[in-house]
């Protein structure tokens, strides 16, 4: 005998005529149809009302919505997305403030962001498994220009086939993007040109921070390059952070992000217009924006220019008389107590201090900036074991620096 299949509605109907035929009473039908007695009188009472129409369920949709987002803000909230179309809702609901003022209310964020995923238009990105933290002694960017960031993002191609090779320069403190330019060759000269217009723009900064690669840092004396030698020159400090551990620039790295996800996939046909999405992705990062580490306010807003500017000619380099001062020969090296000292090759031409601190050991600086200390045993350079940034013997004509903050080992 096969089964006979009933759905809700019929055993309502069943019910409702059982009970009318008044050979049960309500408590045993409702035994019988496992329903509580106040259920067994609500259905009746409906149909005696309305008829076996109303045994139907009810809809248990609120009769009001107060969360009910205005077709006019739906509006807005669509503008938003299509002319930013990565925005998610916190940085929506900030746009909405800034552009509409006289509005009497938002929508909060969930609302806005279950309208956004109602239509189609969020993306569930993949938990990236965070690196562990770990100590370091980099520098901590309190304000303005204390320090900035500097990194080559990775090289890609453009439609045509060219390499791109992006030039990023940011602000810690801010957030601010202070350089994103392609550069043709990843030179000492053309990356010094770029950074020579991106001082006269905003100044000096104490300390600028990149990973080891060229053009920031070297194999040679204290891992530095030519780049870093002319910014120590200028009196600002290069500090590198730990081979293997891009998470200690992280804020930088996590423009590298936003900047490929917004001109690069895909990339430009040509190296002409992949710079200028470039400049657009600098306009629209510093100036519209919103940054929730600073409070929903832009980089733009947060940003102050230095007042340390960028002098028209190099400082003169002067060390205190009871230091001995030395010339960096052509080949790199010194002549010190009669003997020949290799320190690097990029240092040829330049003076450097000798502090002698025993009768073993010496201490050898340029300008302000401990390059390590000389064993006169071994006759060998040995890293320095700690550096500061000032140097009570060092000093720069015209550089002046505010307080001391703490430099990471070499």
């Known amino acids: 005998m096969p089964w006979t299949e009933t759905c809700v509605m019929e055993q309502k109907v069943k019910f409702i005529m059982d ?35 109303a045994l139907s369920d009810l809809s248990r949709a609120p009769h009001n919505h107060p969360n009910a987002i205005s077709p006019q803000i739906q509006q807005a909230i669509l503008s938003i997305k299509e002319e ?198 600098c306009i629209e990062y510093n100036e519209h924006r919103p940054h929730e580490a600073l409070d929903m306010r832009t980089p733009a807003e947060c940003y102050v220019g230095s007042k340390r500017d960028f002098p028209s000619r190099l400082p003169q380099v002067t060390y205190p008389e009871d230091m001995l001062v030395r010339r960096v020969h052509n080949h790199g090296d010194i002549l010190y107590f009669g003997r020949r000292l290799f320190l690097a090759e990029s240092l040829k031409g330049e003076d450097v201090g000798i502090e002698q601190i025993s009768e073993d050991m010496s201490r050898l600086w340029y300008c302000d900036y401990l390059l390590g200390e000389i064993d006169h045993r071994k006759w060998q350079i040995a890293p320095a074991k700690s550096r500061s940034l000032i140097c009570a013997y060092a000093q720069i004509s015209g550089y002046k620096p505010e307080k001391v903050l703490p430099m990471s080992s070499v």
């Open 84 to 281: 930013f179309p990565r925005w998610g809702a916190p940085k929506i609901r900030n746009r909405l403030e800034r552009i509409y003022p006289s509005w009497d209310s938002y929508p909060a964020i969930s609302t806005i962001g279950l309208f956004l995923h109602k239509h189609g238009l969020t993306v569930h990105r993949k938990r990236r498994r965070r690196a562990s933290p770990t100590e370091s002694p980099l520098t901590k960017g309190i304000q303005s220009n204390d320090v900035w960031c500097a990194d080559f993002k990775g090289h890609f191609r453009t439609g045509d086939g060219n390499r791109c090779n992006p030039l990023t320069i940011s602000d810690h403190s801010s957030r601010y993007l202070l350089c994103c330019r392609h550069i043709r060759r990843m030179s000492y000269e053309l990356v010094k040109m770029r950074f020579e217009r991106v001082f006269a723009e905003y100044g000096l900064p104490r300390v600028i921070r990149t990973d080891n690669g060229t053009p920031f840092a070297s194999r040679g004396l204290g891992g530095l390059s030519r780049l870093s030698y002319w910014w120590i020159r200028l009196g600002i400090h290069p500090e590198r952070i730990e081979p293997g551990h891009p998470e200690q620039n992280g804020r930088h790295e996590r423009i590298h992000k936003t900047l490929k996800d917004h001109t690069a996939r895909p990339a430009a046909k040509t190296i002409v217009r992949q710079q200028k999405r470039f400049d657009e992705f």
């Open 19 to 53: 009970l009318f035929d008044g050979n049960y009473t309500m408590a045993e039908l409702c035994r019988y149809y496992n329903i509580s007695r106040k259920t067994g009188y609500k259905w009746l009472g409906r149909y005696q009302q309305d008829g076996a129409k």
